[in-house]
């Protein structure tokens, strides 16, 4: 079974940043016709109470004509509530109304799959900690669909918890405590991958009996000097994974050619029109329906690879 892991594609339909990024990403997907697409979160651009940028990726991957399955990541639903002191800004958290807005939009926020005789089990990373009864909910599904048995794919938008891997500051992933939960699940369960996304880089770490697959995002790689420790592939792609019997095949696709702009951010364009590769990027909202010109002057590039050294991610 061949499928196609992407991630962290931050689309919106007012505010197309990424949008070139993801229409080449879009083209080489339905050219590859793998049997499954993962999507591991964090669709829309930025904000979880804008439901129309969460409708606006609903229909890009509509419009791939594939089999898909995806997760809500902290800009779809919001985030864990816990503290972190780095962060520059208190982030929205999870919460029951922007479930319901995710649910309105992409069907169920944690769901179990069977597909071509594996099982793939879709978690809220969002919804841990926050006291809500989904998150009781998700807890039982998760035991259940474990101890179902088969080999199982486990997806969320955060990977788990781990100081060694660099995963380990707040909000970077799934909390401790649900993360070592998850971990001691799995442990009697055949589970073969993890796959996740949120930090925007390509890793694959082999514990515990099974693989876990940090995704590369398809809008920009983030650089700060708090995810130093991570490391991984930091560039903007995709992953492809051949599931077998025994092993499975990786293949990480990244633009043969991409614009590297360090230390871009939305609000800080003035710093990044000095390279005039960049000056048709869409400072401001761009109209519905600006797409089709917003592409082709800039056909000389096959992907932005952007650099938010100082951003949340």
């Known amino acids: 079974m061949r499928i196609l892991h992407i991630s962290d594609t931050h689309l919106s339909g007012t505010h197309p940043v990424f949008y070139l990024n993801w229409r080449l990403f879009a083209a080489r997907i339905r050219a590859l016709q793998p049997d499954l697409v993962i999507h591991t979160g964090d669709a829309a651009i930025s904000d979880p109470d804008r439901v ?35 962060l520059h800004h208190e982030p929205k958290y999870c919460t029951d109304a922007r479930r319901d807005a995710w649910i309105s939009q992409f069907g169920p926020d944690f769901w179990v799959e069977d597909i071509a005789g594996y099982r793939f089990i879709g978690l809220n990373a969002q919804v841990f900690g926050t006291g809500l009864s989904a998150e009781d909910a998700q807890w039982d599904m998760l035991r259940q669909a474990l101890k179902d048995g088969g080999q199982i794919v486990l997806l969320s938008h955060k990977p788990l918890y781990s100081q060694v891997d660099g995963s ?31 930090l925007h880089r390509h890793k694959i770490i082999d514990r515990a009996g099974f693989h876990r697959v940090w995704g590369a995002s398809t809008a920009f790689v983030c650089s700060h000097e708090k995810m130093a420790r991570r490391n991984g592939r930091i560039e903007v792609g995709m992953q492809s994974i051949t599931l077998g019997l025994k092993s499975h095949l990786y293949q990480c696709w990244r633009p043969s050619t991409w614009i590297f702009a360090p230390g871009w951010t939305r609000t800080a364009a003035a710093s990044a029109r000095s390279c005039p590769a960049l000056r048709q990027l869409p400072w401001r909202p761009t109209p519905r329906g600006a797409f089709e010109d917003f592409g082709p002057r800039r056909v000389n590039l096959e992907c932005l690879m952007v650099d938010l050294q100082n951003a949340r991610i």
């Open 168 to 198: 380990d500051l707040p909000l970077t992933s799934i909390p401790p405590e649900a993360s070592q939960e998850i971990e001691a699940l799995c442990a009697d369960a055949d589970v073969l991958l993890h796959l996740s996304g949120h």
């Open 52 to 86: 129309d940028d969460i409708a606006f990726a609903r229909a890009e991957m509509d419009k791939l004509g594939l089999r898909y399955v995806i997760v809500p990541g902290n800009h779809d639903i919001g985030d864990n509530p816990v503290p972190a002191d780095w």
